[in-house]
Protein backbone atom coordinates (compact mmCIF):
# COMPACT_ATOMS: atom_id res chain seq x y z
CA UNK A 1 0.00 0.00 0.00
CA UNK A 2 1.43 2.71 -1.16
CA UNK A 3 1.92 6.01 0.98
CA UNK A 4 1.24 9.65 -0.44
CA UNK A 5 0.85 13.27 1.29
CA UNK A 6 -1.16 15.97 -0.15
CA UNK A 7 -1.09 19.39 1.50
CA UNK A 8 1.18 17.94 4.83
CA UNK A 9 -1.88 14.98 4.88
CA UNK A 10 -0.62 11.46 4.91
CA UNK A 11 -2.61 8.24 3.43
CA UNK A 12 -2.00 4.74 2.61
CA UNK A 13 -4.18 3.99 -0.72
CA UNK A 14 -4.27 0.72 -2.36
CA UNK A 15 -1.78 0.43 -5.27
CA UNK A 16 -3.09 1.87 -9.13
CA UNK A 17 -4.68 4.92 -7.07
CA UNK A 18 -4.67 8.44 -8.81
CA UNK A 19 -3.91 11.07 -6.68
CA UNK A 20 -6.93 12.80 -7.45
CA UNK A 21 -8.56 9.48 -6.06
CA UNK A 22 -6.38 9.33 -3.30
CA UNK A 23 -6.92 13.28 -2.19
CA UNK A 24 -11.06 12.49 -2.29
CA UNK A 25 -10.20 9.61 0.00
CA UNK A 26 -8.79 12.22 2.49
CA UNK A 27 -11.75 15.12 1.91
CA UNK A 28 -12.06 18.39 2.35
CA UNK A 29 -10.60 21.74 0.80
CA UNK A 30 -7.34 19.59 -0.72
CA UNK A 31 -9.49 17.63 -3.78
CA UNK A 32 -8.14 19.23 -6.71
CA UNK A 33 -11.75 20.39 -9.08
CA UNK A 34 -12.14 17.99 -11.55
CA UNK A 35 -14.10 18.66 -14.88
CA UNK A 36 -13.47 15.93 -17.45
CA UNK A 37 -12.89 13.69 -15.16
CA UNK A 38 -15.52 10.95 -14.08
CA UNK A 39 -15.38 8.22 -11.39
CA UNK A 40 -18.46 6.45 -13.03
CA UNK A 41 -17.09 6.57 -16.56
CA UNK A 42 -14.35 4.39 -17.79
CA UNK A 43 -10.90 6.39 -19.41
CA UNK A 44 -12.27 9.46 -18.69
CA UNK A 45 -9.70 12.55 -17.71
CA UNK A 46 -6.80 13.94 -18.80
CA UNK A 47 -8.24 16.46 -21.30
CA UNK A 48 -9.03 19.52 -19.10
CA UNK A 49 -5.77 20.36 -16.63
CA UNK A 50 -8.07 21.84 -13.80
CA UNK A 51 -6.67 18.99 -11.87
CA UNK A 52 -3.38 19.97 -11.67
CA UNK A 53 -1.17 19.48 -9.00
CA UNK A 54 2.66 19.84 -8.02
CA UNK A 55 4.86 16.77 -7.31
CA UNK A 56 7.49 18.03 -4.59
CA UNK A 57 8.87 14.62 -4.06
CA UNK A 58 8.50 11.53 -6.72
CA UNK A 59 8.53 8.37 -4.14
CA UNK A 60 10.89 7.16 -1.46
CA UNK A 61 12.77 5.44 -3.85
CA UNK A 62 13.73 8.26 -6.35
CA UNK A 63 12.65 11.85 -4.47
CA UNK A 64 13.21 14.22 -7.08
CA UNK A 65 10.53 16.37 -7.86
CA UNK A 66 8.67 16.58 -10.82
CA UNK A 67 9.31 19.45 -13.22
CA UNK A 68 5.70 20.89 -14.20
CA UNK A 69 2.66 19.99 -12.66
CA UNK A 70 0.88 16.93 -13.52
CA UNK A 71 -2.93 16.14 -14.07
CA UNK A 72 -3.90 14.52 -10.85
CA UNK A 73 -6.80 12.34 -12.04
CA UNK A 74 -3.99 10.47 -14.73
CA UNK A 75 -0.84 10.23 -12.57
CA UNK A 76 -0.80 7.10 -10.12
CA UNK A 77 0.53 7.58 -6.47
CA UNK A 78 3.69 6.13 -5.74
CA UNK A 79 5.11 5.25 -2.19
CA UNK A 80 6.42 8.43 -0.20
CA UNK A 81 5.14 10.81 -2.82
CA UNK A 82 4.37 14.53 -1.41
CA UNK A 83 1.61 16.47 -3.50
CA UNK A 84 0.86 20.20 -3.22
CA UNK A 85 -2.27 21.46 -4.23
CA UNK A 86 -3.65 24.77 -2.13
CA UNK A 87 -0.35 24.68 -0.27
CA UNK A 88 1.47 25.61 -3.71
CA UNK A 89 1.07 29.51 -4.51
CA UNK A 90 2.16 28.79 -8.08
CA UNK A 91 0.30 25.68 -8.46
CA UNK A 92 -3.00 27.73 -7.90
CA UNK A 93 -1.59 30.65 -10.35
CA UNK A 94 -0.78 27.75 -12.88
CA UNK A 95 -4.34 26.70 -12.33
CA UNK A 96 -5.77 29.74 -12.83
CA UNK A 97 -4.68 30.41 -15.95
CA UNK A 98 -6.01 26.95 -16.81
CA UNK A 99 -9.87 28.65 -16.22
CA UNK A 100 -8.57 30.93 -18.54
CA UNK A 101 -8.00 28.69 -20.96
CA UNK A 102 -10.91 27.16 -20.70
CA UNK A 103 -13.04 30.39 -20.86
CA UNK A 104 -11.58 31.83 -23.69
CA UNK A 105 -14.55 30.49 -25.87
CA UNK A 106 -17.01 30.19 -23.31
CA UNK A 107 -19.71 32.88 -23.94
CA UNK A 108 -20.52 34.84 -20.46
CA UNK A 109 -24.45 33.55 -20.44
CA UNK A 110 -24.67 32.38 -17.03
CA UNK A 111 -27.95 35.19 -17.03
CA UNK A 112 -29.62 32.70 -19.60
CA UNK A 113 -28.10 29.58 -19.18
CA UNK A 114 -30.36 26.44 -17.55
CA UNK A 115 -26.96 25.28 -15.77
CA UNK A 116 -26.58 28.41 -14.04
CA UNK A 117 -26.43 27.96 -10.27
CA UNK A 118 -25.15 24.28 -10.65
CA UNK A 119 -22.58 24.80 -13.24
CA UNK A 120 -18.95 23.21 -12.56
CA UNK A 121 -17.43 25.76 -14.78
CA UNK A 122 -19.03 28.69 -12.53
CA UNK A 123 -17.95 27.43 -9.32
CA UNK A 124 -14.26 26.81 -11.41
CA UNK A 125 -14.54 29.92 -11.87
CA UNK A 126 -15.04 31.49 -8.61
CA UNK A 127 -12.55 29.32 -6.36
CA UNK A 128 -10.14 28.76 -9.31
CA UNK A 129 -10.42 32.00 -11.20
CA UNK A 130 -9.28 35.31 -11.78
CA UNK A 131 -11.80 38.16 -11.94
CA UNK A 132 -10.22 39.33 -15.21
CA UNK A 133 -9.42 38.05 -18.71
CA UNK A 134 -7.05 39.10 -20.99
CA UNK A 135 -8.50 37.58 -24.06
CA UNK A 136 -9.52 40.03 -26.56
CA UNK A 137 -10.98 38.17 -29.52
CA UNK A 138 -13.83 37.57 -30.79
CA UNK A 139 -15.34 33.80 -29.03
CA UNK A 140 -16.81 30.66 -31.19
CA UNK A 141 -20.10 31.24 -32.13
CA UNK A 142 -22.30 27.90 -32.85
CA UNK A 143 -26.02 27.48 -33.81
CA UNK A 144 -27.63 25.77 -30.78
CA UNK A 145 -28.71 22.30 -32.40
CA UNK A 146 -31.00 19.38 -30.85
CA UNK A 147 -29.38 16.36 -30.01
CA UNK A 148 -32.76 13.87 -30.35
CA UNK A 149 -35.72 14.72 -29.80
CA UNK A 150 -35.26 15.98 -25.82
CA UNK A 151 -31.64 17.37 -25.84
CA UNK A 152 -30.51 20.81 -26.87
CA UNK A 153 -26.65 20.99 -27.43
CA UNK A 154 -24.65 24.69 -27.00
CA UNK A 155 -21.68 23.99 -28.77
CA UNK A 156 -19.99 27.61 -27.94
CA UNK A 157 -20.66 26.62 -24.34
CA UNK A 158 -18.72 23.58 -24.53
CA UNK A 159 -15.47 23.15 -22.60
CA UNK A 160 -14.28 19.79 -24.86
CA UNK A 161 -14.19 16.96 -21.70
CA UNK A 162 -15.19 14.49 -23.67
CA UNK A 163 -17.60 13.36 -21.01
CA UNK A 164 -20.51 12.95 -23.45
CA UNK A 165 -18.96 11.27 -25.47
CA UNK A 166 -17.79 8.72 -23.09
CA UNK A 167 -20.85 8.13 -21.81
CA UNK A 168 -22.21 7.49 -25.27
CA UNK A 169 -19.54 4.87 -25.95
CA UNK A 170 -20.09 3.56 -22.64
CA UNK A 171 -23.65 3.39 -21.87
CA UNK A 172 -25.36 3.29 -25.10
CA UNK A 173 -25.05 0.82 -27.57
CA UNK A 174 -25.05 2.34 -31.43
CA UNK A 175 -23.30 5.65 -30.72
CA UNK A 176 -23.73 8.22 -32.85
CA UNK A 177 -22.19 11.40 -31.85
CA UNK A 178 -18.37 12.18 -30.56
CA UNK A 179 -15.83 15.03 -31.15
CA UNK A 180 -15.43 16.21 -34.47
CA UNK A 181 -12.27 18.42 -36.13
CA UNK A 182 -9.01 19.18 -33.63
CA UNK A 183 -7.97 22.01 -31.46
CA UNK A 184 -9.74 25.24 -31.84
CA UNK A 185 -12.09 23.82 -34.44
CA UNK A 186 -13.69 20.60 -32.37
CA UNK A 187 -16.73 20.42 -31.93
CA UNK A 188 -19.43 18.02 -30.47
CA UNK A 189 -21.60 15.99 -32.90
CA UNK A 190 -24.09 13.80 -33.76
CA UNK A 191 -21.97 13.44 -36.98
CA UNK A 192 -24.88 13.61 -39.86
CA UNK A 193 -27.40 15.05 -37.77
CA UNK A 194 -28.26 11.63 -36.17
CA UNK A 195 -30.56 11.68 -33.08
CA UNK A 196 -29.13 10.03 -30.27
CA UNK A 197 -32.01 7.87 -29.09
CA UNK A 198 -31.06 5.19 -26.53
CA UNK A 199 -32.93 4.88 -23.71
CA UNK A 200 -29.82 6.01 -21.57
CA UNK A 201 -29.02 9.22 -23.59
CA UNK A 202 -30.56 11.92 -21.52
CA UNK A 203 -27.65 11.07 -19.05
CA UNK A 204 -25.20 12.73 -20.97
CA UNK A 205 -27.30 16.10 -19.53
CA UNK A 206 -25.97 14.73 -16.04
CA UNK A 207 -22.39 14.50 -16.49
CA UNK A 208 -22.17 17.46 -18.79
CA UNK A 209 -20.34 20.04 -16.45
CA UNK A 210 -21.47 23.19 -17.93
CA UNK A 211 -24.70 24.25 -20.19
CA UNK A 212 -23.59 22.64 -23.33
CA UNK A 213 -26.22 19.72 -22.81
CA UNK A 214 -29.45 20.67 -21.23
CA UNK A 215 -32.73 18.98 -20.98
CA UNK A 216 -35.43 20.37 -23.52
CA UNK A 217 -38.56 19.77 -20.95
CA UNK A 218 -36.91 21.86 -18.42
CA UNK A 219 -35.07 24.79 -20.74
CA UNK A 220 -36.47 28.33 -19.19
CA UNK A 221 -38.91 26.95 -16.96
CA UNK A 222 -36.99 28.11 -14.17
CA UNK A 223 -33.38 28.71 -12.41
CA UNK A 224 -32.29 26.14 -10.36
CA UNK A 225 -32.50 27.63 -6.84
CA UNK A 226 -35.92 28.29 -7.10
CA UNK A 227 -37.11 24.60 -7.52
CA UNK A 228 -36.74 22.22 -4.44
CA UNK A 229 -34.79 18.78 -4.80
CA UNK A 230 -36.52 15.75 -3.71
CA UNK A 231 -35.03 12.24 -3.68
CA UNK A 232 -37.74 10.02 -5.17
CA UNK A 233 -37.99 6.37 -6.73
CA UNK A 234 -40.18 4.21 -8.84
CA UNK A 235 -40.83 1.04 -9.94
CA UNK A 236 -38.78 1.34 -13.43
CA UNK A 237 -38.32 -2.06 -15.85
CA UNK A 238 -35.46 -0.07 -17.42
CA UNK A 239 -33.22 1.86 -14.57
CA UNK A 240 -33.58 1.60 -11.23
CA UNK A 241 -35.57 4.11 -10.80
CA UNK A 242 -33.37 6.07 -8.24
CA UNK A 243 -33.50 9.61 -9.51
CA UNK A 244 -33.83 13.28 -7.93
CA UNK A 245 -37.35 15.43 -8.74
CA UNK A 246 -37.32 19.25 -8.83
CA UNK A 247 -40.39 20.59 -7.32
CA UNK A 248 -41.97 24.20 -7.65
CA UNK A 249 -44.83 23.38 -5.61
CA UNK A 250 -46.77 20.44 -6.80
CA UNK A 251 -45.34 20.39 -10.24
CA UNK A 252 -42.22 18.21 -11.06
CA UNK A 253 -40.09 20.44 -13.73
CA UNK A 254 -37.50 18.56 -14.46
CA UNK A 255 -36.02 14.83 -12.86
CA UNK A 256 -32.27 14.53 -12.89
CA UNK A 257 -29.68 11.16 -11.86
CA UNK A 258 -29.24 11.41 -7.93
CA UNK A 259 -25.25 13.11 -7.60
CA UNK A 260 -22.34 12.82 -4.98
CA UNK A 261 -20.58 15.69 -3.79
CA UNK A 262 -18.24 15.26 -6.28
CA UNK A 263 -21.52 16.21 -8.72
CA UNK A 264 -20.88 12.64 -10.34
CA UNK A 265 -24.27 10.73 -10.64
CA UNK A 266 -24.82 7.96 -8.33
CA UNK A 267 -27.27 5.67 -10.48
CA UNK A 268 -27.81 6.10 -14.16
CA UNK A 269 -31.89 6.89 -14.86
CA UNK A 270 -33.36 5.65 -18.60
CA UNK A 271 -35.11 8.32 -20.92
CA UNK A 272 -38.43 7.67 -19.25
CA UNK A 273 -37.71 8.15 -15.79
CA UNK A 274 -36.24 11.58 -16.90
CA UNK A 275 -38.87 13.05 -19.61
CA UNK A 276 -42.14 11.39 -19.54
CA UNK A 277 -42.56 11.02 -15.70
CA UNK A 278 -43.23 14.79 -14.33
CA UNK A 279 -45.92 14.21 -11.76
CA UNK A 280 -45.71 13.94 -8.15
CA UNK A 281 -47.89 10.45 -8.47
CA UNK A 282 -45.54 9.12 -10.38
CA UNK A 283 -43.27 8.56 -7.85
CA UNK A 284 -42.41 7.91 -4.26
CA UNK A 285 -40.65 10.79 -2.67
CA UNK A 286 -38.26 10.23 0.18
CA UNK A 287 -37.49 13.70 1.47
CA UNK A 288 -35.46 17.07 0.28
CA UNK A 289 -31.73 16.27 -0.93
CA UNK A 290 -28.91 17.11 1.09
CA UNK A 291 -26.79 18.97 -1.65
CA UNK A 292 -23.43 18.47 -0.47
CA UNK A 293 -21.69 20.62 -3.57
CA UNK A 294 -20.32 23.63 -2.74
CA UNK A 295 -22.47 26.10 -5.11
CA UNK A 296 -25.14 28.46 -5.49
CA UNK A 297 -27.79 26.06 -5.58
CA UNK A 298 -26.85 24.96 -1.78
CA UNK A 299 -26.56 28.35 -0.87
CA UNK A 300 -30.12 29.19 0.17
CA UNK A 301 -31.37 25.64 0.60
CA UNK A 302 -34.39 24.65 2.50
CA UNK A 303 -32.43 21.83 4.69
CA UNK A 304 -30.29 24.21 6.01
CA UNK A 305 -32.18 27.03 6.35
CA UNK A 306 -31.97 27.27 10.38
CA UNK A 307 -28.28 27.12 9.80
CA UNK A 308 -27.87 29.60 7.85
CA UNK A 309 -30.35 32.12 9.80
CA UNK A 310 -27.86 31.03 12.70
CA UNK A 311 -24.72 31.76 10.51
CA UNK A 312 -25.84 34.72 9.35
CA UNK A 313 -26.93 36.41 13.02
CA UNK A 314 -23.29 35.47 13.67
CA UNK A 315 -21.59 37.07 10.70
CA UNK A 316 -23.82 40.30 11.87
CA UNK A 317 -22.60 40.01 14.95
CA UNK A 318 -19.10 39.91 13.80
CA UNK A 319 -19.49 42.69 11.44
CA UNK A 320 -21.36 45.10 14.23
CA UNK A 321 -18.14 44.12 16.43
CA UNK A 322 -16.07 45.23 13.68
CA UNK A 323 -18.19 48.16 12.88
CA UNK A 324 -17.72 49.62 16.76
CA UNK A 325 -14.35 49.01 16.81
CA UNK A 326 -13.23 50.90 13.25
CA UNK A 327 -15.78 53.48 14.98
CA UNK A 328 -13.99 53.86 18.13
CA UNK A 329 -10.48 54.14 16.07
CA UNK A 330 -11.90 56.58 14.27
CA UNK A 331 -13.29 58.80 16.70
CA UNK A 332 -9.30 58.59 18.74
CA UNK A 333 -8.08 61.56 18.31
CA UNK A 334 -4.51 60.02 18.41
CA UNK A 335 -5.13 57.55 15.74
CA UNK A 336 -3.80 58.86 13.03
S1 LIG B 1 -21.04 18.88 -24.50
FE1 LIG B 1 -20.71 18.99 -22.25
S2 LIG B 1 -20.14 16.87 -21.69
FE2 LIG B 1 -19.92 17.03 -23.92
S3 LIG B 1 -17.74 17.56 -24.23
FE3 LIG B 1 -18.91 19.49 -24.19
S4 LIG B 1 -18.80 20.18 -22.05
FE4 LIG B 1 -18.22 18.00 -22.07
S1 LIG C 1 -9.93 16.33 -14.40
FE1 LIG C 1 -7.87 15.79 -14.71
S2 LIG C 1 -7.38 16.62 -16.63
FE2 LIG C 1 -9.53 17.05 -16.39
Not at 120 to 140: I, M, P
Not at 175 to 190: A, C, F, K, P, V
Not at 256 to 284: A, L, P, Q
Not at 303 to 317: A, C, M, P, Q, W
Request: a positive charge.
Amino acid sequence: MPKVTIDGQTIEVPNGTTILEAARMIGGKSVPPAMCYYSKLKETGGYCRTCIVNVSKGSEKDPRPMPKPVPSCRTTVMDGMEVQNLTSPALLEARAGVVEFLLLNHPLDCPICDQAGECHLQDLGYENGKSKTRYEFARREFEPIDIGEKIKLHMKRCIHCFRCVKLADQLTPNRYQGMLNRGDHSEISTYIQHAVDNEFSGNMIDVCPVGALTDKTFRFKSRVWFVKPEDAHRKCPTCAGKARIWLKGEEVLRVTGRKDKYGEVIDWICNECRFDKKKTSDWVIEGPTHIDHHSVISMNHYETLVDLKHETDNHRKQLTNKKVNLGQGALDPNNS
